[in-house]
């Protein structure tokens, strides 16, 4: 057994900011919370991040249950698969999502035992009054999964809150359809309100919503200026670190403590940089994280890239936010208003951008952003197999990327202080795995795919040279 | 002084050893077995006697393939890409995609001047694999060496659907059963390794030359298949299942190159073939 310990904990992944070191705390007090906050009457709600709603529910008072979050704790503690096999033998299909799959059989295993399943991670999802799912119009399962859990729970009511976004369309004006979709959501939120009202026997203090609301607009703007500090060479943070910071950014919004959060995580990102710190010593290659859920299991992969002097310093997973000065929202004194245009312009953000470059997409302009914004060498996405809403997009982005991307063009000063054209190629590497399930999971296969995206990078800057 | 140099690829079914100096002087070819340490000695050791040299007279060993941490008188390893890439150009120098179909996995490479810009693998599933014609071939109470030769004498490829390689093997007896004839139901099964096969290549967007390696590139009926899907001529070395072997000799040869061109020594291993006594 100690040895058993000994070698989990070698396992453990490393961070490069004390910051990210200090969400596993976090996170088990907050899911302790849950459980704590139903022995004292609260009201509790299973909920999905990016819905919108966050502000809402917490104004009210509602402690959520990040169930995705859940799921994937029992991922990183490696103690997923008892409940996916519960789910199985419940004849859910294995090849569903492993989050709702996780959960599912979580759920049913406390409800029929009445109690936490045994060791149950960091103490268990507390059971809750209610479920907000919302599959905004990504992801399917996010609509299905409360409803089947609903088996297992009966008497918990739903509120599946309806978000859409005008689908990137290279001739459709956003502006002509903006205001049908804003109406849409503000009345989905205004139900979602009457619905939490009822359910709770309390009303909204409209007041402290809006103040909520400032408040995270001005955490949306602190979390893109503090992200966008990894720009600097070394970067000073990664992305493995911000699969932990990602807490506070997604499930904190609308609370003092993920501002805060991101305050100090600004101020030790300053620090580094001016001490000239990076995530590794050496740091030879800069890759972008373009998308895809990670392997919670498997974290320390991001170490292992770490040690071949590779760093992430920038990620499309995650990084839920764009600057709030730069989505134009119309002035409004409604804080239901201020949600539903921060929704649709964020999602919309990149449409402009896209529709200037022929054959490109929204997400595609994204990663050519980032790419030239950070200095990116190479491209590492993960194909979770059981999770469609990212997968499919995915190889689609990468080879629109190619196509219209690929040598990257980049501008850059000539001796002469002339601008002159340059070609850069941008290696890319697929990963494949799943975000719980570890049996879809070979650390020597995905350690070795590393090894020769490496050897690639490495021959790609020598013909650079 | 002639220098010599090794590069021994312990791949997840076959282990090979090359030793060369301008050219191949020995090759030794073994089944990968579990114990890849002892094992990877005996095929050096045969190599050696082969080419009539003592160890100490090798300048310089890389190791490649699955198993090449597990070469202990190794100097670097070296991943497959990188050597097949090296091995491919070393008989292909125009070649731009190498399409590896390994016992237990399968590659796409693509390459540039022999350096190695791209890649993608598979080696989740055994479909798209050796593993796959083995199988079949047992089931079909064949050699996988005569498959080649009979899937060509097919003229109406049976469809075979599943990619499952055990689902696979079933559909593949119940079509015998149905009276499908040997010839065409070995073309099925060659098709449907080459759609398995491509559907992966395909994400690198071939481009000319395309150079099979592997146990699989011995196969001509596979390689016809491959060729029909992609669209292009494929090539194939002389001796396919050596090229990330050869590849890695030549590598070491760079390194030892280098190291006399930047003026530094070359730091290796000591020369020593003493079994392993862990297992």
């Known amino acids: 057994m100690a040895e058993e310990q000994k070698k989990e904990e070698r396992k453990r992944r490393r961070h490069a900011t004390e ?14 919370g849950t459980v704590k906050a139903r022995e004292e009457g609260k009201s509790i709600a299973y909920a999905f991040i990016v819905c919108s709603y966050d502000e809402i529910i917490r104004a009210m008072d509602i402690v959520p249950v990040w169930t995705e979050n859940y799921a994937g704790i029992c991922g990183a503690k490696r103690d997923a698969t008892r409940f996916l096999e519960k789910a199985e033998s419940l004849n859910f299909s294995r090849s569903l999502c492993t989050y709702a799959l996780c959960g599912l059989g979580f759920d049913q295993w406390r409800e029929d035992l009445d109690e936490m399943p045994p060791d149950a991670p960091w103490g268990g999802q507390a059971k809750p009054d209610f479920m907000l799912s919302s599959g905004q119009i990504l992801c399917d399962p996010r609509n299905k999964w409360y409803q089947a859990v609903q088996q297992y729970m009966p008497d918990v009511p739903i509120y599946n809150v309806g978000l859409p976004w005008p689908l990137y369309e290279d001739d459709i004006k956003i502006a002509e359809v903006e205001d049908y979709y804003i109406k849409y959501i503000v009345e989905e939120l205004r139900g979602l309100i009457k619905f939490l009202e009822r359910q709770t026997g309390r009303k909204m203090d409209w007041d402290r919503l809006s103040e909520l609301v400032d408040l995270g607009e001005r955490t949306w703007s602190l979390i893109w200026e503090t992200y966008e500090l990894r720009r600097a060479v070394p970067a000073p943070m990664g992305t493995g670190d911000a699969m932990n910071t990602m807490v506070p950014m997604v499930f904190m919004l609308g609370t003092q403590e993920g501002y805060d959060f991101f305050l100090e995580l600004n101020k030790e990102l300053k620090d580094k ?22 392997s919670w299991f498997a974290l320390s992969d991001f170490n292992y890239f770490n040690s071949k002097g590779a760093v992430f310093p920038v990620e499309t997973t995650y990084r839920m936010i764009e600057p709030i000065y730069r989505l ?47 200095q990116i060498d190479g491209i590492v996405m993960h194909e979770a197999f059981s999770c469609r809403t990212w997968h499919l997009g995915l190889i ?8 219209i991307y690929k040598p990257i063009p980049v501008l850059i000063l000539g001796s002469n202080r002339q601008k002159k054209d340059e070609k850069r190629e941008l290696p890319s590497l697929i990963l494949e795995s799943d975000i719980v399930d570890i049996s879809s999971y070979s650390e020597v296969d995905t350690r070795n795919r590393i090894d020769a995206f490496i050897e690639t990078l490495e021959q790609t800057k020598k013909n650079k040279v | ?16 050893v090359v030793i060369m100096n301008k050219g191949i002087i020995a090759s030794n070819i073994g089944p990968t077995g579990p114990e890849q ?6 095929v050096m050791e045969k190599a050696l006697k082969e080419s009539d040299l003592p160890f100490e007279a090798i300048t310089y060993v890389v190791a490649t393939g699955y198993g090449r941490i597990n070469v202990p008188f ?8 990188s050597c097949h890439a090296k091995g491919v150009a070393n008989f292909f120098p125009e070649a731009k995609t190498i399409i590896e179909v390994g016992g237990q996995d399968c ?16 080696d989740k599933c055994a479909a798209g694999t050796g593993r796959f014609l083995e199988i079949i071939a047992d089931a079909l109470g064949i050699k996988i060496e005569e498959m080649g030769e009979i899937g060509l004498q097919g003229n109406n490829p049976a469809k075979i659907s599943n990619i499952c390689t055990v689902f696979a093997e079933q559909e593949v007896v119940a079509r015998l059963a149905e009276g499908v004839s040997l010839n065409n139901l070995v073309a099925g099964i060659h098709e449907s390794l080459a759609n398995r096969v491509s559907r992966m290549v395909n994400r690198l967007h071939v481009a000319e030359e395309v150079i099979v390696t592997g146990g699989g590139a011995k196969n001509v009926g596979l390689v016809k298949a491959l060729s029909d899907k992609l669209g292009y001529a494929l090539a194939v070395p002389p001796e396919p299942l050596l090229t990330g072997a050869i590849g890695a000799a030549l590598l070491g040869k760079d390194i030892a190159d280098k190291a006399l061109q930047d003026g530094v020594s070359l730091e290796t291993k000591e020369r020593s073939l003493k079994e392993i006594k862990i297992f």
């Not at chain 1, 910051?19 to 302790?32: D, E, L, Q, S």
């Not at chain 1, 804080?335 to 929204?362: Q, V």
């Open chain 1, 19 to 32: 910051a990210a070191g200090k969400i596993g705390p976090m996170v088990k007090a907050t899911i302790g």
């Open chain 1, 273 to 294: 940089i001016a001490r000239k710190e990076g995530v590794v010593k050496d740091e030879k290659y800069r890759l972008l994280w373009g998308g895809g859920l990670p």
């Open chain 1, 328 to 374: 134009n929202i119309p002035d409004t004194n409604d804080p239901i208003e201020r949600l539903a245009w921060r929704w649709i312009r964020y999602w919309t953000y990149w449409y402009d951008k896209a529709r200037k470059r022929p054959g490109s997409e929204p997400d595609v302009e994204r990663l050519i952003q980032y790419i030239e914004d950070y």
């Open chain 1, 396 to 403: 689609w982005q990468l080879n629109q990327l190619k196509k």
């Open chain 2, 1 to 16: 002084m002639t220098q010599y140099f090794a590069g021994v690829d312990i791949g997840s079914t076959m282990t090979k």
């Open chain 2, 37 to 42: 340490r002892r094992l990877a000695n005996k």
């Open chain 2, 74 to 81: 190794a100097d670097k390893q070296i991943t497959e890409i």
């Open chain 2, 107 to 122: 590659k796409g490479i693509k390459i540039n001047n022999g350096k190695p810009v791209d890649f993608v693998m598979n």
